[in-house]
């Protein structure tokens, strides 16, 4: 049973750079979600696919963030030229659609560090 | 406006006590769900239960269960027989509309229990 994979599991870079995360969600799931979680609070929703296409952006999701989900299976969140304020730990969610369940399973996360 | 509330920044319970985590929301919306995440230290939100807003009775998942008052906008974890593996951050989330195009959770703070041997 292989549940939602995140790589890398910690990324520290310098401010200015670019950076990429993956995800890899459970394989039967169409339902594809990032959040950002900074310490002390909860996740806040960034953005969410339901197969290739992205059906909703936060307006956390600034123009230095994109997310693509290609294929419908794993998905890309890129930031350009990082800032401080993005170290935190970006997770990625997926879940089915159907059915008023639809309990999202977390990924271990992607902890940044801008430097 | 605050849509989930815990009030609880943190909870320290004895083990094999029963211990119950707050959570109040917020919705115009009829239709929503209501979640509980685990969260221990190494970082991985681990789903506990769910209670959708027509759901009749309250959720029960092993020693989970939620105490859930619709007209109070409340949905308290109840956690029964508190083990040490229990210690963890724990958050409470609501999605609203059944699963339609409102998919993304709102979670609130969180709450910090701590389960003293």
């Known amino acids: 049973d292989t549940g939602v994979s995140q790589d890398p599991r910690h990324k520290i870079t310098k401010r200015g750079q670019n950076v990429t995360f993956r995800c890899d969600p459970i394989?039967?799931?169409?339902?594809l979600y990032w959040y950002r979680q900074t310490l002390g609070q909860g996740p806040e929703f960034l953005t969410y696919f339901q197969n290739e296409a992205q059906l909703e952006k936060s307006r956390l999701l600034s123009d230095r963030f994109s997310a693509e989900r290609p294929k419908g299976s794993f998905s890309t969140l890129e930031i350009q030229r990082t800032e401080q304020g993005d170290s935190a730990m970006y997770l990625c969610?997926?879940?089915?659609?159907?059915?008023?369940?639809?309990?999202?399973?977390f990924g271990p996360g992607t902890r940044l560090t801008v430097t | 406006a605050q849509k989930i509330t815990q009030t609880q920044p943190g909870m320290f319970v004895q083990e094999k006590e029963a211990v119950t985590l707050d959570c109040t929301y917020d919705?115009?919306?009829?239709?929503?769900?209501l979640f509980w995440y685990k969260q221990p230290s190494s970082g991985e939100m681990i789903f506990l239960i769910y209670?959708?807003?027509?759901?009749?009775q309250n959720a029960t998942e092993g020693r989970y269960s939620l105490n859930f008052q619709k007209a109070r906008k409340s949905a308290n974890l109840v956690i029964s027989a508190s083990q040490l593996g229990d210690s963890a951050m724990y958050f409470c989330?609501?999605?609203?509309?059944?699963?339609?195009?409102?998919?993304?959770?709102?979670f609130g703070k969180g709450t910090k229990l701590s389960v003293k041997p």
């Open positions: 394989s039967e799931h169409n339902r």
């Open positions: 989330a609501m999605r609203e509309g059944n699963g339609g195009s409102q998919g993304n959770l709102i």
């Open positions: 209670q959708g807003s027509y759901d009749q």
């Open positions: 969610a997926s879940s089915l659609s159907s059915g008023p369940l639809g309990a999202q399973y």
């Open positions: 919705t115009s919306d009829p239709s929503y769900g």
